[in-house]
């Protein structure tokens, strides 16, 4: 059976490739030059794409821990059909 993917890796997965990269080889310690060599960008675009590419992701991770978020309540009021305090917000 498969392990699950961590939030973070997951929401990696969904980002387009040019993005997903420039995350991944950044994290991996590739110097600037190689990043924009791998991307084929000129140097002076590189800060705006790792912007782009970091605000995709916390969008990504967001969404996820919106979707984590649904299921978890659900799971919990089908052993708890009647209201309770939990927050459902």
């Known amino acids: 059976m498969d392990d699950p993917l961590d939030p973070r890796e997951a929401a990696l997965r ?4 040019p993005y997903s990269l420039a995350l991944r080889l950044r ?3 590739v110097t600037d030059e190689l990043l924009c060599d791998y991307l084929s ?3 002076d675009a590189l800060p705006a794409l ?3 590419a970091q605000a995709k992701l916390a969008a990504a991770l967001k969404i996820d ?6 299921r978890c309540r659900a799971r919990h009021h ?3 059909p009647t209201p309770c ?4 917000g």
């Open 14 to 17: 969904q980002l387009p490739l």
């Open 27 to 29: 994290d991996a310690g």
């Open 41 to 43: 960008i000129e140097r």
């Open 50 to 52: 790792l912007s782009l």
């Open 65 to 70: 821990e919106g979707r984590h978020g649904t």
């Open 78 to 80: 089908l052993h708890h």
């Open 85 to 88: 305090s939990r927050q459902m």
